[in-house]
Structure formats: C-alpha cells, structure tokens
C-alpha cells in the first residue's frame, strides 16, 4: 500500500451517511473518479483550474453534458468571473474539455456555455496505468 495514499482501503464503505452523514448530504452530492485527483499534477492542472473543473463537474447532472455559469462558479470559489473565464479557456487548451456557446434565447441554457468531458474522460482512462504504478495501486 502507498505512504502517499494510505486510506485506499479505510474508505471504500459505499455508504454516503455513514461518511458524511446525512446533514452534510442534504444538498446531494458529486461522484468524481478518485484519478481526476490523484492525477491533477499529471494532467498539469493548478490549483485554481483544478477547482474550476471541480464545479463544472458539480453541474453533470444526467445525460446532458454540464452547463453552469462562469458567475456561479466566481461566486463559489471566491474569485472574479475574469479568473474562471481564463481558467476554462486555459483547460480548454490543454485539450481537457471541449466549450460549447449557446445563445442567451437558448430556452435550456440561456447563453451559458456546454461543457464536453469527453477529452478529460478519455485522457484520464489513457493516464490510469500512471496512476496505479505512483500510488502502488493495483
């Protein structure tokens, strides 16, 4: 087992209450792969694009592909709309999501931008041997 990832076996309950507790769960949750976390480095992605795709991800929903505004995520992470804009453009580069507009009389989306994972889900599941060969999982 990883000195750098000990707890792989502490907290695999699949129990969300007896976690969090149902409190904490109240306002639902986000299921994320543990390897977006264990290769944030790998993928060269800093801290504040790291948060950034956080809360794209906190909008994937269903079947439809994310669309939260640039100002929603500003106001949760504490940051100016400007820093999320140049946080996504700067993950759209690195060829870790496509961006989609939309126009404001989108009934659905009301000119906010759609969020194609398809390239982090594809790049992630190329970078899983990494992942397992750093963190000696198997």
Request: hydrophobic content about 35%; glycine content about 6%.
């Amino acid at each position: 087992r990883s000195t750098l990832f000990p707890y792989t076996t502490l907290f695999r309950s699949t129990n969300r209450e007896e976690k969090w507790g149902s409190k904490n769960l109240e306002m639902g949750w986000t299921a994320i792969p543990t390897a977006l976390f264990l290769l944030q480095g790998e993928l060269k992605l800093s801290p504040v694009q790291f948060n950034v795709l956080l809360n794209i991800l906190l909008h994937w929903w269903g079947k439809d592909w994310p669309h939260p505004s640039q100002k929603s995520i500003s106001h949760r992470i504490g940051m100016s709309p400007k820093t999320v804009q140049r946080a996504i453009l700067s993950i759209e580069d690195m060829g870790l999501i496509k961006k989609q507009r939309t126009s404001r009389e989108h009934r659905k989306y009301n000119g906010r931008n759609v969020y194609d994972l398809t390239p982090l889900i594809q790049r992630l599941e190329e970078l899983i041997p990494v992942a397992k060969e750093l963190y000696s999982i198997k």
